[in-house]
C-alpha cells in the first residue's frame, strides 16, 4: 500500500484529502506545518508528500527544500497563490505538480496516481553506471558525481538528466520532455524547461558541454564514445 503524507495548516483540508486518498487505497498521515512534516520524514517513509505552501512555522517550500536533503520523495504543492511565479518556483525546486486552491479531490488524487505511475518507472533506467568523461552517473542509486565529487540535484533534475542521457544523441523537443517526464503540460511551457536544463547544467560543472542546445526544437545530450578508450 502506498503511503503518502499530507501537510496543510487547515484540518478540514487535510481530512478530507484523507478521506478521499484512504477510499483511492493510500495509506496516508497528515502534518500540520513544515516542521512536523520534515520531522515525520525523518521517521518514516513515504511515497509522496501532498504539502501547501503558506503554513506557521514553516512555509512549504522552505519545507520541500529540507525533505530533500533528506529522502527523494515525490512532492505535489498546493496553494491558495495561483500566480505563475509561485508555479514557476515549485518547478524549480524540483516538485511533481501544482494544484491551486480551491480543488477537486478526485482531481487531486488523480494527480497522486500520475505521478506515482511516473516516478515507479524506474525500472525505465538502467541499473548501471555510466561514464562520460569526468561525469559519473549512478542510474541504480539515483546520484551522479562531477570529478569525483557528489553532486545533488533536485528529482526533477535527476529525471531530467536520466532521461537525456538513455536518449543520447537525439533531438529531444521541449514538448516531449515536458510529456515524459512531467507527464502533462497543464502548468508546463518553455520556461519550465529552460530553467531545470539551466539549473542542471549549473551542477554538471565541465560537463554542462554535454547538454546541447537545439535552437527552435530543445536539447540533446550529445555524447559520442571515444573508440580509443575502449
Known amino acids: 500500500?502506498?503511503?503518502?503524507?499530507?501537510?496543510?495548516?487547515?484540518?478540514?483540508?487535510?481530512?478530507?484529502?484523507?478521506?478521499?486518498?484512504?477510499?483511492?487505497?493510500f495509506e496516508a498521515e497528515e502534518a500540520a506545518d513544515g516542521m512536523s512534516a520534515i520531522g515525520m520524514v525523518k521517521l518514516n517513509d513515504y511515497d509522496l508528500i501532498i504539502m501547501?505552501?503558506?503554513?506557521?512555522?514553516?512555509?512549504g517550500f522552505s519545507a520541500v527544500k529540507e525533505i530533500q536533503k533528506i529522502k527523494d520523495i515525490p512532492v505535489i504543492m498546493l496553494s491558495a497563490r495561483g500566480e505563475e511565479y509561485d508555479k514557476l518556483f515549485g518547478f524549480e525546486l524540483g516538485i511533481d505538480d501544482y494544484v491551486v486552491k480551491p480543488f477537486s479531490p478526485?482531481?487531486?488524487?488523480?494527480?497522486?496516481?500520475?505521478?506515482?505511475?511516473?516516478?515507479?518507472?524506474?525500472?525505465?533506467y538502467k541499473p548501471t553506471i555510466e561514464k562520460f568523461e569526468g561525469l559519473e552517473v549512478n542510474f541504480e542509486a539515483r546520484?551522479?558525481?562531477v570529478d569525483g565529487?557528489?553532486?545533488?540535484?533536485?528529482?526533477?533534475?535527476?529525471d531530467l538528466l536520466f532521461y537525456m542521457i538513455q536518449n543520447r544523441n537525439i533531438a529531444l523537443s521541449r514538448d516531449r520532455l515536458?510529456?515524459?517526464?512531467?507527464?502533462?503540460?497543464?502548468?508546463?511551457?518553455?520556461?519550465t524547461i529552460?530553467?531545470?536544463?539551466?539549473?542542471?547544467?549549473?551542477c554538471l560543472g565541465p560537463y554542462r558541454k554535454f547538454i546541447v542546445t537545439l535552437r527552435g526544437v530543445g536539447y540533446k545530450f550529445d555524447y559520442e564514445e571515444d573508440s580509443s578508450e575502449s
Do not use: C, Q
Open 194 to 202: 529552460d530553467t531545470h536544463v539551466k539549473n542542471l547544467r549549473n
Open 178 to 191: 515536458l510529456s515524459d517526464i512531467w507527464g502533462y503540460d497543464f502548468f508546463g511551457d518553455d520556461r
Open 1 to 25: 500500500m502506498k503511503k503518502i503524507l499530507i501537510v496543510d495548516d487547515e484540518d478540514g483540508i487535510r481530512e478530507v484529502i484523507k478521506e478521499y486518498a484512504e477510499f483511492s487505497g
Open 143 to 145: 546520484s551522479i558525481s
Open 52 to 59: 501547501d505552501i503558506m503554513m506557521p512555522k514553516l512555509d
Open 106 to 124: 478526485k482531481e487531486l488524487i488523480a494527480r497522486v496516481n500520475a505521478v506515482l505511475s511516473r516516478s515507479s518507472g524506474g525500472d525505465r
Open 149 to 158: 565529487k557528489r553532486v545533488n540535484l533536485t528529482p526533477k533534475e535527476y
